[in-house]
């Protein structure tokens, strides 16, 4: 297959400003004749003389005197060297360098793009190039240099890959001049074997295309889709073509009407802008058709492109097409106020033609169109620090505002254990096409991919410290780590003090993120010992650790120093999903109790209620008074009222008076029953019972260290349970007895500060 056959058509020749940049630059317009020049094919005179006119199109004042010397010992050290395709050899870095030449590259990166191959294929040395050239572009030569099979066997490739990759992290020039040296060798392929070509196609459109549209360099993508198109899928690439040609030979061009309205428009307006088609590639057109569902009409085939002078230009056509004409206000997008990732910036919009057709229109400046198409190319190396920034050392370039993507890609191919999961893991990362940006607390950023958790942004904040990670709230709300982050949101994650803390297994179906996913892997291979690695939720859900503290039950609450009994059930309790650590029967004690607990177990028995005209509540609770002889008192369990909430009782069955919090859910329903109310208030007591709820993310001994937080505020736990596990949280209930209702609030604080609990309240039970 011909690189000619796959290469769709382009739009003819722009006039005005826009001749300076073409709507669409193409990279084909120099073939073999403008390379190889009039004379023979082993002479190629003229040949570095096309590639400084391209240059010098771009770069009126650029010093050409590097490239006449890099020609030269180009074409010295390729001679006699001849490509499959039957061509001299030197044909290949002369049209790599054309290539780059016409994206506007500065003189370095041409420079190193002549001698990309000179390392590789012949007896020049790096040293040499060095010496002659200049470490820069020592340092893109071998960037680009191929790793020897002979060294690395099968793991060449992805290895060669990976040395690029770090290259490309000091200078994005480096994957430039890899992916014009693909374009080429892909436009030549014809000449391989066939399961050669797919081969090479696969890896192109795995790994090439996505770093292309990640440097924003769409002139090389385009054409790179095309061409993969047309290798693996022969069929479609062949029925696409023919929609193609039969579309240019139709009478009427719906396209060049709505661009000649759109220049009445503005010409009116008083705008100066020129207005060109710009034809969609073969994918694009491939992509329309299989998106619309139905046949192609005339619109669909291309775009409008509007060019203007000035930021504020593009936002005034916008205005006048959407006022003059029918706009498709879903259609709408603007990626000038935020730029994509990959630098691209461009408004998008739609218009409507009376006949139902459809045409899409860009609006950009000259400047952004030159970025959309080239991207870094034309930028040289936009994500590049000074030398004097700390940090450099041995000509490694720092670069401190380096895309997101790419530094999340350096951090996770360091901690790559082998080359096949590098290679399987860098072509899952470059699948992610799109990036969100998240906010700190502290006003700092974290650049994600489009669908990470709060797993993903954890291990990209603090690395495998993440690993104690507790939870994360979402924009102020409490949110579990599964929770997928939207562009923009403020994520403030929770984390635990306890250095041995331990990932979950679990974690990896939420990590989006190769770094994330490597992290948590490694740590799970490096503690196959660990029955938290075997059950996966111990370090998580929140089930208390084997040999952890169990509460006593009698001593406030607080843990039992030196307790060794192994609360495995209780493990295996919050594991399995069953309710733990019960004991919710007044004189219960919780588990581990020993006998000093009967005394108090006997104070908290029910005596019988004495006549009186106030009738006190029993014994044990804060001293409710109510105007009701002979009554029992009762407080709520569903509100739990102690002193001073405001408080109102009820007469129910036999006699007793039911005690609320007047803000109680269940009071409107007692009223709208026709509960008969009965005055309460507060004896001298101050002592009081009441329920507890605490809402934790799980982790080991968080029990022990709740419930001793608890006993130093004083406070005698009567009855606990913990619930089930839910989306890695845990619910703990606590019914505690209180010497003074006044150590309520100062008890809450303390539960809430110990690590892992967000949340203490009281009992309330809705519509109780």
């Keep these: 297959m011909s690189a000619e056959a796959t290469n769709p058509a382009t739009p003819g020749p722009v006039t005005g400003a826009a001749a300076r940049w073409r709507a669409r630059i193409d990279l084909r317009r120099l073939g073999r004749a403008a390379l190889l020049g009039p004379a023979a094919r082993d002479r190629l005179p003229d040949a570095i003389s096309h590639v400084a006119e391209a240059h010098r199109a771009h770069h009126p004042d650029a010093d050409l005197e590097p490239l006449r010397r890099a020609w030269v010992l180009a074409e010295s050290s390729h001679r006699g060297q001849m490509r499959k395709s039957g061509e001299p050899y030197i044909t290949h870095p002369l049209a790599v360098t054309l290539i780059l030449a016409e994206l506007g590259a500065e003189t370095t990166t041409l420079t190193a793009s002549l001698l990309h191959d000179t390392v590789e294929d012949t007896e020049v040395t790096l040293e040499q190039v060095g010496e002659e050239f200049g470490a820069e572009v020592r340092f893109l030569v071998d960037g680009v240099t191929k790793l020897e099979k002979v060294d690395y066997g ?368 490694r740590w799970i291979a490096t503690h196959p010992t660990q029955e938290s690695a075997e059950r996966g939720a111990g370090g998580e859900v929140g089930s208390f650790a084997p040999g952890a503290a169990v509460p006593d039950g009698t001593g406030g609450g607080a843990a039992r120093s030196g307790a060794t009994e192994p609360v495995g059930a209780v493990d295996q309790g919050v594991t399995e999903g069953s309710a733990v650590v019960a004991a919710s029967a007044p004189g219960a004690s919780l588990p581990g109790a020993d006998d000093k607990a009967a005394p108090a177990r006997a104070a908290l028995a029910e005596p019988a209620s004495a006549p009186d005209q106030q009738t006190p509540a029993r014994p044990g609770t804060a001293n409710a008074l109510v105007d009701q002889p002979g009554a029992t008192v009762r407080l709520a369990g569903c509100c739990t009222p102690v002193p001073p909430d405001e408080i109102i009782g009820f007469a129910v069955r036999g006699g007793v008076v039911t005690v609320h919090r007047v803000e109680c859910a269940a009071v409107a329903r007692m009223q709208g029953m026709g509960r008969k109310e009965v005055g309460v208030s507060w004896g001298d007591s101050a002592e009081c019972r009441v329920t507890l709820f605490a809402e934790s993310f799980g982790r080991p001994h968080l029990l022990a260290d709740l419930t001793e937080a608890m006993a130093g505020e004083g406070a005698e736990i009567v009855s606990a349970t913990v619930e089930p596990p839910s989306q890695q949280r845990v619910r703990h209930t606590y019914t505690v007895q209180l010497p003074d209702a006044a150590l309520l609030p100062s008890l809450m604080r303390a539960m809430r500060n110990v690590a892992g609990v967000y949340d203490v309240s009281r009992a309330q039970t809705p519509g109780a």
Aim: aromatic fraction near 6%; proline fraction near 5%.
């Design 154 to 521: 099968a793991a060449a490739e992805p290895e060669t890959f990976r040395k690029m990759l770090v290259a490309t992290g000091n200078d994005v020039r480096v994957m430039s001049i890899k992916l014009a040296d693909r374009l080429h060798n892909m436009r030549t392929l014809g000449v391989m074997r066939p399961e050669k070509q797919a081969r090479i196609a696969k890896v192109t459109r795995d790994v090439l295309i996505p770093l292309a549209e990640r440097l924003g360099v769409q002139a090389l993508k385009t054409e790179l889709e095309d061409l993969v198109f047309a290798i693996l899928h022969p069929e479609e690439y062949e029925h696409t073509r023919e929609l193609i040609v039969h579309n240019a030979s139709r009478e009427d061009d719906p396209l060049a009407e709505i661009a000649e309205e759109v220049r009445g428009v503005l010409r009116e307006a008083g705008i100066q802008a020129e207005v060109v088609i710009r034809p969609r590639h073969f994918v694009s057109v491939h992509r329309t058709a299989r998106k619309r569902g139905r046949r192609l009409r005339g619109a669909d085939f291309g775009r409008l492109l509007v060019l203007v002078g000035e930021d504020a230009d593009c936002y005034g056509v916008l205005g006048e097409l959407h006022t003059c004409m029918t706009p498709v206000v879903s259609e709408f997008k603007d990626f000038i106020a935020v730029p994509k990732f990959n630098l691209y910036q461009s408004l998008h919009t739609a218009v409507a033609r009376g006949d139902g057709q459809v045409v899409e229109v860009l609006i950009r400046t000259h400047q952004m169109h030159k970025v959309a198409e080239a991207g870094v190319v034309a930028l040289g190396n936009p994500y590049v620090g000074s030398p004097e920034e700390p940090g450099a050392v041995d000509e490694e370039r720092v670069d401190p505002t380096r895309p997101g993507w790419l530094s999340r890609l350096l951090d996770w191919q360091a901690a790559a254990p082998d080359a096949d999961t590098f290679w399987s893991t860098l072509r899952e990362d470059l699948a992610q096409d799109r990036e969100i940006t998240v906010f700190r607390p502290d006003g700092g950023t974290l650049g994600l991919p489009e669908g990470a958790t709060c797993v993903d942004a954890a291990y990209a904040q603090y690395g495998e410290d993440a690993h104690a990670c507790l939870g994360a709230r979402v924009n102020g709300r409490l949110a579990t780590l599964s929770t997928v982050l939207k562009d923009g949101d403020t994520v403030q994650l929770l984390m635990g003090q306890d250095p041995a803390a331990e990932p979950s297994k679990e974690w990896l179906e939420h990590a989006h993120t190769p770094a994330a996913r490597i992290a948590i892997q």
